[in-house]
């Protein structure tokens, strides 16, 4: 009965990857005709994919505010805005209508907005550079200007734009222009200290010209400080959000323990993040200035994004100028600055599936969120956390088969090396003491059998047979490698007298090695393979490559010979330079196969060989540079570092060519449609 539910598992699994196949191949189902945006979701090869509505324009809510800066919405779904042009803070009811307004007189220039769970209402006004709290009847309770605190620092400036408060009341504000990150202040507007700083960025640029110029020359540049982060959002745990504009769009959101350590990995983002905000089940939407509207899980693994930019068609779901974003249930609400209006989104029955999905495996119920994934898969078969669900759900299952299928689909290295140790684990209890009793049985038939053929001679038509074939090049030549890696000074002593080797054996080398390394690419264990699935693969570019290095090093160490007194030929530099290649295609297909048996517990066995192997075919080439041109050792090493140099500079040098006949082909085709054109 397991093995036909396991079986009912894998068929589900290629079924569903089939699927995914045929909707890439058409670029999976449009979006419906009413959206005016398409929808787009993490598949294979961390790319992203077309795949159905998940959320659906369902209104667009005119208010009266002017230019409203942002957006509040509470656990039970009360919307709050900063009416920045009007000065105020306004409370909506369930229709959207306003129901109160806050700090009317007060505030002038509200651009950030936080409600406790009291009521009490927070705002970060931007004209008076001071946060304004006011009770939930609107009655105003404190206002804290700069804070004056000498650890605050004598000359900051205290710039507030955003603001949120977690359980202990304590505020963290977003300052203008804060390089030293969030401002963190207690509930009588102290400073406590800072929080959450991004650290700056540095460039080629800026790391070359630190290296060459004078302290007064770095003094006129223009200083390379962190960027200031421009909004935030804090979740019922009081782990802290922030998202910062012009900056990598991979670190773009950032999530802090109280310890204040970011624990979210690099993401796919936006460099013009506007506003984040988290629900009550950890999922957040963001929004941009581009109009495009962002959803995540709670470990900053992207659901959806869509472009709802508005191009001058003025549809219906469309962004002009966002600057606020909150969902409630399964309706995402955005604020639009430049119309004045809420526009919300509803979730399709694909999302609602999705979230119900998220919500139980997030929570840790693998098992109860593996039909929904299912569920998920019949949608859109590339939905790459469907399979990550449904991989867990199987480990935790104890059915580690399907879970090794679908880790491998879901390229989840880490949980692919964990089932198949459990797998391995079981092979080696049933079968180990067999196969320990069949190794010693061969090595004993072995040492018998090397005692009867010395007395009886058995394998000397074999010697004599082999002795014969030797009389012919190639064979020669290749019984030749096996003397080579155990002696190769002397190897490469026959191969410059001539005596032994072969240009024609040279290229077979070169073209075995090239075979290894394309092998390499296909064959290696998943766990150690840097690409998920074959067609990542670019054979060609790998092949070029190869053949472009085997190239460079022979012309390159030819020439830097000749002119630093080398004796060796051109066919010697060739010959020898194969036969330096000779560890890694003998020993790397040995590696091949011991990671397809490795987990990666076992990682540093393979990290290790392959080192070695690399380190041992350096030395090879370091010894033919030696013998072949008769050099010391110092010579030795001057000869491999000028080659290596010139390699750079021939490769610089066909680039540049590469670039310039590209221009003159542009130049001349453009010549020839112009006279094309003008003798019309």
Not at 124 to 131: F, H, S, T, V, Y
Not at 500 to 507: I, K
Not at 597 to 605: G, K, R
Not at 624 to 633: A, G, L, P, S
Request: aromatic fraction near 12%.
């Amino acid at each position: 009965m397991k093995l036909m539910r396991t079986r009912k598992r894998r068929g589900f699994l290629i079924g569903a990857i089939i699927g995914s196949a045929l909707g890439l191949a058409l670029l999976t189902p449009p979006a419906r005709a009413d959206t005016p945006y398409v929808t787009w979701t993490p598949g294979p090869g961390d790319k992203l994919y077309m795949t159905q509505d998940a959320y659906t324009p369902a209104d667009e809510i005119g208010l009266p505010v002017a230019g409203p800066e942002d957006l509040f919405m509470t656990p039970d779904g009360v919307i709050y805005l900063a009416d920045t042009g009007n000065g105020r803070v306004v409370r909506l009811d369930a229709t959207l209508a306003v129901a109160a307004e806050y700090g009317k007189g007060v505030l002038t220039k509200p651009t950030g907005v936080f409600v406790d769970d009291e009521g009490t209402v927070y705002v970060a006004d931007a004209g008076l550079n001071r946060i304004v709290v006011f009770a939930a009847d609107g009655a105003l309770r404190h206002q804290f200007d700069r804070p004056s605190e000498p650890l605050f620092g004598k000359n900051r400036t205290f710039l507030p734009r955003k603001v949120a408060v977690d359980r202990r009341k304590n505020l963290y504000v977003i300052s203008e222009g804060s390089v030293q990150g969030v401002i963190q202040l207690n509930p009588d507007g102290r400073f406590i200290g800072n929080f959450a700083a991004n650290t700056a960025q540095m460039s080629l640029r800026m790391i070359l010209q630190r290296m060459f110029l004078s302290e007064e020359q770095l003094a006129q540049l223009v200083r390379n400080e962190a960027a200031s982060p421009s909004n935030l959002a804090i979740d019922r745990q009081s782990m802290l959000y922030t998202i910062t504009a012009s900056t990598f769009a991979d670190q773009s959101i950032r999530k802090f323990t109280v310890a204040g350590r970011n624990i979210f990995p690099t993401i796919y983002g936006s460099t013009s993040f506007r506003d984040i905000h988290v629900d009550t089940e950890g999922l957040l939407v963001v929004v941009d200035g581009e109009g495009r509207v962002f959803e995540y899980d709670q470990n900053g693994t992207l659901l959806f994004m869509f472009n709802a930019h508005d191009n001058g068609d003025q549809r219906r779901g469309t962004l002009i100028n966002p600057t606020g974003i909150a969902r409630y249930g399964d309706t995402i609400y955005v604020l639009d600055k430049e119309k004045n209006a809420l526009i919300l989104y509803q979730a399709t029955a694909f999302a609602e599936t999705v979230h119900r999905a998220m919500r139980l495996y997030l929570a840790g119920f693998y098992r109860e969120a593996q039909p929904y994934f299912e569920q998920v898969l019949n949608y859109n078969g590339s939905f790459i956390m469907a399979y990550q669900g449904l991989a867990d759900a199987y480990f935790k299952a104890g059915d580690y088969p399907a879970a090794l299928a679908a880790y491998r689909y879901a390229e989840n290295r880490n949980g692919y090396s964990e089932a198949f140790w459990e797998l391995r684990n079981a092979v080696l209890q049933q079968y180990l003491g067999p196969f320990i009793v069949a190794v010693t049985l061969a090595a004993l038939g072995q040492s018998v059998f090397r005692r009867f053929e010395r007395r009886h001679g058995w394998l000397t038509p074999l010697r004599d047979g082999m002795r014969r074939l030797r009389r012919y090049r190639l064979i020669d030549d290749a019984i030749f490698l096996l003397r080579f890696v155990r002696h190769p000074v002397d190897s490469f002593y026959y191969i410059k007298a001539s005596q032994r080797g072969s240009l024609r054996f040279a290229l077979l080398i070169y073209l075995w090695v090239i075979a290894v390394h394309i092998s390499s690419l296909y064959l290696i264990g998943f766990p150690f393979n840097p690409y998920a699935y074959p067609g990542q693969i670019r054979v060609e570019n790998e092949i070029a490559l190869l053949v472009a290095l085997f190239g460079l090093w022979n012309a390159a160490n030819y020439l830097v010979s000749t002119i630093s007194d080398g004796e060796g030929r051109v066919r010697d530099v060739v010959i020898g330079s194969a036969y330096s290649l000779v560890p890694y295609a003998l020993f790397m297909p040995v590696v091949i196969a011991a990671s397809n048996v490795l987990t990666l517990n076992e990682a540093f066995l393979v990290s290790f060989s392959q080192q070695v192997i690399l380190a041992w075919t350096g030395l090879m080439l370091f010894i033919m540079v030696r013998e072949i041109h008769n050099y010391t050792i110092s010579e030795t090493t001057s000869n491999v570092l000028k080659t290596l140099f010139t390699m750079a500079m021939l490769a610089l040098t066909a680039y540049i060519l590469s670039l310039l006949f590209g221009q003159l082909f542009d130049f001349v085709s453009a010549v020839w449609q112009e006279i094309g054109l003008r003798g019309l």
